[in-house]
């Protein structure tokens, strides 16, 4: 795929998905922050459903501080692995407190020190809370980065890198949403909507369902 194809690819995802954004609900940094640490292995349906009743009681550190883990657990008890994901949620939220006055911080080092916030987090919150042109890699995005040729690569490290590569500057700062989105409702895993793809006279996918 050459520069241009992917420029081509790109124009038209932006035209497809108007207003690329997360799906997760939320209306801080910080909960956005708790909503990711919530989303590993979960769905955004299912954060949004157990955020839609803990934000309202407790939707900043000191808040969730408050409830303890124990409290906390009954808000996210519906999520998968909840009860690892509210000891780092109440850790992370302690050192909220103790090293940024409670604020989210807007670098990477800072956000990976936090509990429960590896990489893909850290580019998560990056991008879009803090408008920076980084690409979290996700089951959707490293599928169709490999599907397509975008961004061929072993590992998430690799594809992401591949994909900061080869992005075009103007797509940077959307490119993580429309590839999420893309992934999530028509380059699917078992049963990928080829005949309704918009990119898919570019795509490098040897199965493509072209009928």
């Not at 808000?75 to 006055?101: D, E």
């Not at 408008?131 to 599907?147: E, K, L, M, S, Y």
Request: net charge positive.
């Amino acid at each position: 795929m050459n520069k241009q194809q992917r420029l081509a690819m790109f124009d038209r995802l932006a035209i497809a998905i108007p207003e690329p954004s997360t799906e997760l609900h939320y209306n801080s940094p910080f909960e956005l922050l708790i909503a990711v640490v919530l989303s590993a292995q979960a769905t955004d349906k299912g954060v949004n459903k157990a955020t839609a009743k803990l934000f309202p009681v407790a939707n900043t550190p000191d808040a969730i501080l408050a409830l303890g883990v124990d409290g906390l657990k009954e808000f996210i008890k519906t999520i998968g692995l909840f009860n690892s994901k509210a000891k780092h949620i109440i850790s992370l939220c302690h050192r909220l407190l103790t090293h940024h006055a409670g604020q989210v911080p807007n670098t990477r080092a800072e956000l990976e020190a936090l509990a429960g916030v590896g990489r893909k987090t850290a580019n998560v919150m990056l991008n879009t809370a803090f408008g920076q042109p980084t690409i979290a890699v996700d089951t959707h995005i490293f599928r169709v980065a490999n599907r397509t040729g975008l961004a061929k690569g072993k590992n998430v490290l690799e594809v992401e890198l591949g994909l900061m590569k080869n992005v075009p500057k103007q797509h940077q700062q959307d490119a993580h949403h429309l590839l999420i989105l893309h992934g999530r409702y028509t380059c699917t895993a078992r049963k990928p909507r080829c005949q309704d793809c918009v990119i898919a006279d570019l795509c490098e996918f040897e199965l493509k369902l072209i009928v």
